[in-house]
């Protein structure tokens, strides 16, 4: 089962500033790792798929990248939106489908 | 629009079981293949499930194999979850999903999920 660690676990920003967010495999995905936003009280959101492709009607300021076993989420300028849960999860090696343990993105 | 509504969850005993049900709207439901993810505080997000289109492929997690059965009906546009033999570490919010058809493996619809508590 492939692990996935992200860190940090939380990040304390404010509007207007870059969040960068990290996820490590335990081994190598090759490119297969999405990002998903959650806000309280509702279901996950999937945002990127394949470590760098946009999910329909996902705004511009949310980019992925990252190969292999590093993968990093940036949100280019924080909207008050966009302060939520993120969470990585990979396709490469099933079953399991294995997610990681999330980074609380919150207001500073 | 595009749904996912669960239901069936609640209040259960352990050794107990539930059946969860999810209808589906507003997509082609026997085109996809659909799953369950749970979530708890501290677990964080479980795949559970998942099964293909026309029911006869389906895969789960180990720690529900042999307790958890996935199942379809189409032509209701229904995924269920058969969960016998509940443990207290089954308690979660129990989401429904849909595989990505282009991305497969990722979820790219979810409902709003429905809560398993097993306590006695």
């Known amino acids: 089962e492939i692990v996935l660690t992200q860190s940090p676990a939380t990040l304390s920003l404010s509007p207007g500033e870059r969040a960068t967010l990290s996820c490590r495999a335990s081994?190598?995905?090759?490119?297969?790792l999405a990002w998903y936003q959650q806000k309280p009280g509702q279901a996950p959101r999937l945002l990127i798929s394949?470590?760098?492709n946009r999910a329909t009607g996902i705004p511009a300021r949310f980019s992925g990248s990252g190969f292999g076993t590093d993968f990093t989420l940036t949100i280019s300028s924080l909207e008050p939106e966009d302060f939520a849960v993120y969470y990585c999860?990979?396709?490469?090696?099933?079953?399991?489908?294995?997610f990681g343990q999330g980074t609380k993105v919150e207001i500073k | 629009e595009v749904q996912l509504v669960e239901s069936g969850g609640g209040l259960v005993q352990p050794g107990g079981s539930l059946r969860l049900s999810c209808a589906a709207s507003?997509?082609?439901?026997?085109?996809?293949?659909m799953s369950w993810v749970r979530q708890t505080p501290g677990k964080g997000l479980e795949w559970v499930a998942n099964i293909n289109q026309d029911g006869t492929d389906k895969y789960s997690v180990d720690s529900v194999e042999g307790r958890f059965t996935i199942s379809r009906d189409n032509a209701k546009h229904s995924l269920y979850l058969q969960m016998n033999s509940l443990r207290a570490e089954d308690t979660a919010v129990y989401y429904c999903a849909r595989v990505d058809y282009d991305f497969w493996g990722y979820m790219d619809v979810w409902g709003k999920g429905t809560t398993v508590t097993v306590s006695s």
């Open positions: 081994q190598s995905v090759s490119s297969f």
């Open positions: 394949d470590a760098s």
């Open positions: 999860q990979q396709r490469s090696n099933w079953p399991p489908w294995t």
């Open positions: 507003g997509f082609t439901f026997s085109n996809y293949w």
